[in-house]
């Protein structure tokens, strides 16, 4: 049986082999695609940067033929000769000299020139670098035998463009790149020189050849699809038109037994770069990696392999000895081998193991809750100190939190099922919000339970905090589970002895359950002084109302920002009395919005929007910021009639209070708690009198009615509302014509 067994490992041990062989085979396959993949991009990465660099060099080529070609052309000396016959004078002929020794000059100052010619059009000769001669001279030392005749390289000549650029075949010597220049004489005539610049193609491709960063890829330069500039080829290629066309459409194609891969690079002068690399480059460095990284897995599972197996062949005896820790051997137990045998008796030490550990867990649990309920619901003499030293309290200080769950709508209440499920969820969520900082533990009560909050601070800043998680966890519970929770918190103490004075203190705060129902979350810091008030006064909401009526939410924003700020931080109100204040500005807008006649679009929002419980600052202003901006959106209907109605408003302010000398504008905006500017624009606008207008004329009118009795005219003054009598006259007179003692004399009369 023993040898058995050991047949049967030593044939696993192949198996095994050979299956790591296969993952090695199909990862070795995966890497030789993966890297073809890289190392294609890498190539063309590479011969994009080159064929940039091609770009700059050829430039640099075209840039010097161009300038050449142009400072001749500008030479006064050409100017003078340029549409002259062959007739010549001693003169013109000193000038040919000149020109003659300028272009040596051009080529001399240039190595990328190889030649230069001015073309006279009107004339039989042409001037180069190696002298003045006739044209068919010039053209058989240069052009014939290479398959153009005379008239056609004339009118290819001639029939050029400025800085065009042309491609000529030489007598057995490289092509040239010819750059050609003109210039134009008077009127709509032609010159009659056309400058001819040539650069070798063999120089070029000297440069492609030097930028090749490998010696199968082919550089191209290329004048539309009809002409190669110039090429540095690694692969033979026999270039045509058809091959042309074929490479500047870019992407991979096949020449011959060859698979090319095509980068194109197109300029704006109508020169082309090309770089074709072989496919078999990529190709051949990707098997390279696929070998190396084969042959390593290779050596590594065969390294691997053998060491193991002669590891558990070593170590197959000390295995035997591990079986007699868990008893003899019996044949007839059921098992194949020695091996199945001890598998099966480890598999029953593990479930054994696992039964005891929960037995532990569940037994520690229960021991852990009774020393909770016992150091929180008894006072500190009431308990002996050994009992404490099996818990552990390793921050300074504690806080309850009373949990009491209710019954939600059409769902009965198992305290039971329900209690052990909301603690469950309840404390891994709080856990998770406060675990890092705070340690958390929960102890089970009577008819509820409570959680011990265990910190190394007692800052007032905590709240906010603790009161935020609280908050998420209770929203959680009541939209994923239906539950309906609220929570009593107690005030922190000191040490392990102050549990108990805290969870006190959270019965103080349940007993306000009924009291204070507006809210979930009740704090004994918030009951224990029921006289704490925030500031709101009845002449901020009036001025907050007069604003809305006018649609001004600005001014209004700033009040509300003000109000907060006065309350958070110079009061530091209470999160409960941060409620009730939220409440109160809530109902003073619905109460502006409902004078105007519609709240339905305002009452929508706040039931979408639990504006009133997210009591941080930040977020009560945004949320003020955005119901006005609603209730903005919305005024745009009845912001004419609330006009109307405050302009009224304004009139029987004015009416009631004209006697009054210090009546003035600024002392009416204050009153409507808006700035004179606006409140005079907004009279105006309605009325079509400003507002000065309008209560001079209540004062006026008003004297006029007085003027009719015998009463002086200091005293007509004191009941109209101005202040001396110089006042009276200049006002009754530009708006009556007469002057107060003229209209008394009209009454008399």
Same mark, same amino acid.
């Given at each position: 049986?023993?040898?058995f067994g050991k047949n049967l490992i030593f044939i696993k041990w192949i198996i095994s082999y050979l299956c790591m ?45 161009r300038n050449a070609a142009v400072s001749i052309m500008l030479d006064e000396d050409l100017e003078k000769i340029g ?87 030489r007598n057995n010597k490289d092509g040239e790149i010819v750059c050609l220049a003109g210039k134009h004489g008077r ?346 008030? =925030?500031?709101? $006064?009845?002449?901020? !909401? &009036?001025?907050?109302?007069? /604003?809305?009526?006018?649609?001004? #939410?600005?001014? @209004? ?120 500017? =606006?409140?005079? $624009?907004?009279?105006? !606008? &309605?009325?079509?009198?400003? /507002?000065?207008?309008?209560?001079? #004329?209540?004062? @006026? ?49």
């Amino acid at each position: 049986m023993r040898k058995f067994g050991k047949n049967l490992i030593f044939i696993k041990w192949i198996i095994s082999y050979l299956c790591m062989l296969i993952i090695v085979l199909f990862a070795s396959i995966g890497i030789y695609f993966y890297s073809y993949k890289i190392i294609s991009e890498q190539q063309k990465d590479i011969n994009r940067k080159i064929l940039e660099k091609v770009e700059t060099e050829v430039n640099r080529y075209f840039v010097a033929a161009r300038n050449a070609a142009v400072s001749i052309m500008l030479d006064e000396d050409l100017e003078k000769i340029g549409n002259k016959s062959t007739d010549l004078s001693i003169e013109d002929r000193e000038i040919i000299y000149r020109l003659y020794r300028n272009i040596q000059n051009r080529l001399s100052s240039a190595d990328e020139l190889e030649h230069i010619f001015i073309w006279f059009s009107n004339g039989t000769t042409v001037l180069s670098d190696i002298g003045h001669m006739d044209k068919e001279l010039f053209y058989s030392l240069y052009f014939r035998d290479e398959g153009i005749r005379f008239s056609e390289l004339e009118q290819k000549i001639t029939s050029y463009a400025n800085s065009d650029l042309i491609f000529l075949n030489r007598n057995n010597k490289d092509g040239e790149i010819v750059c050609l220049a003109g210039k134009h004489g008077r009127g709509n005539d032609k010159s009659g020189a056309v400058i001819a610049v040539s650069i070798s193609t063999k120089k070029l491709t000297e440069q492609l050849n030097l930028l090749k960063w490998n010696d199968k890829v082919d550089l191209i330069v290329a004048l539309g699809n009809h002409a190669i500039l110039s090429a540095a080829s690694g692969n033979k290629v026999e270039w045509n038109e058809g091959m042309i066309a074929t490479a500047l459409n870019g992407g991979d194609f096949k020449y011959g037994n060859i698979r090319l891969h095509s980068e194109v690079l197109d300029s704006d002068n109508g020169v082309s770069y090309v770089s074709l690399t072989p496919a078999s480059l990529a190709a051949g460095e990707a098997g390279k990696i696929q070998l190396l990284t084969s042959m390593i897995l290779l050596v590594s599972l065969t390294i691997g392999s053998i060491a193991a197996f002669f590891f558990a062949k070593s170590h197959y005896s000390p295995l035997i000895r591990l079986m007699h820790l868990f008893g003899e051997y019996n044949h007839g137990s059921g098992a194949r081998d020695e091996f199945d045998w001890l598998t099966i008796k480890a598999n029953q030490f593990i479930e054994e193991y696992r039964e005891v550990k929960d037995r532990y867990v569940k037994t520690k649990e229960r021991l852990q809750n009774q020393f909770l309920f016992r150091i929180v619901t008894l006072p500190y003499n009431r308990m002996k100190p050994e009992e404490f030293e099996h818990l552990l309290f390793p921050k300074k200080y504690n806080l309850i939190a009373l949990i009491q769950m209710t019954e939600s709508e059409g769902q009965e209440f198992d305290w039971n099922m329900d209690s052990n499920l909301c603690r469950f969820i309840l404390n891994n969520i709080i856990e998770e919000l406060m675990g890092e900082k705070y340690k958390i533990m929960v102890a089970d009560l009577t008819e509820c339970f409570c959680i011990i909050i265990n910190s190394d601070s007692k800052d007032a800043k905590l709240r906010d905090e603790i009161e935020e998680a609280f908050d998420s966890a209770l929203k959680f519970m009541s939209d994923k589970f239906g539950m309906k929770i609220k929570v009593f918190f107690g005030s922190w103490h000191t040490g392990i002895e102050g549990v108990h004075t805290s969870y006190l203190r959270s019965r103080e705060a349940f007993e306000y359950r009924d009291i204070i129902s507006s809210t979930d979350i009740i704090w004994y810091e918030d009951i224990k002084n029921r006289y704490m008030v =925030y500031h709101y $006064s009845p002449e901020s !909401e &009036q001025k907050i109302i007069n /604003l809305i009526q006018i649609a001004d #939410t600005d001014t @209004v924003f700033e009040m509300i920002s003000d109000i907060i700020d006065i309350n958070y931080h110079k009061r530091e109100i209470k999160a409960s009395m941060k409620r009730c204040l939220i409440s109160d500005i809530l109902g003073t807008l619905i109460k502006a919005v409902q004078q105007a006649g519609n709240t339905e679009f305002l009452l929508n929002y706040l039931e979408e929007h639990d504006i009133q419980n997210n009591v941080k600052e930040k977020d009560v202003l945004e949320n003020f910021r955005n119901l006005l901006q609603i209730i903005k959106e919305n005024s745009t209907e009845f912001k004419k009639k609330n006009n109307l109605q405050f302009s009224t408003k304004v009139m029987n302010y004015v009416k009631d209070h004209f006697h009054n000398p210090d009546l003035n504008i600024s002392i009416t905006a204050l009153h409507f708690g808006i700035t004179p500017t =606006y409140l005079s $624009s907004l009279f105006k !606008e &309605q009325t079509g009198l400003s /507002l000065l207008e309008y209560i001079n #004329t209540m004062r @006026v009118e008003h004297a006029k009615k007085i003027l009719e009795s015998d009463i002086s005219l200091n005293e007509v003054c004191e009941r109209s509302g101005f202040r001396n009598s110089g006042a009276l006259i200049r006002v009754f007179k530009k708006i009556t014509g007469l002057t107060p003692g003229q209209m008394r004399d009209h009454f008399e009369k």
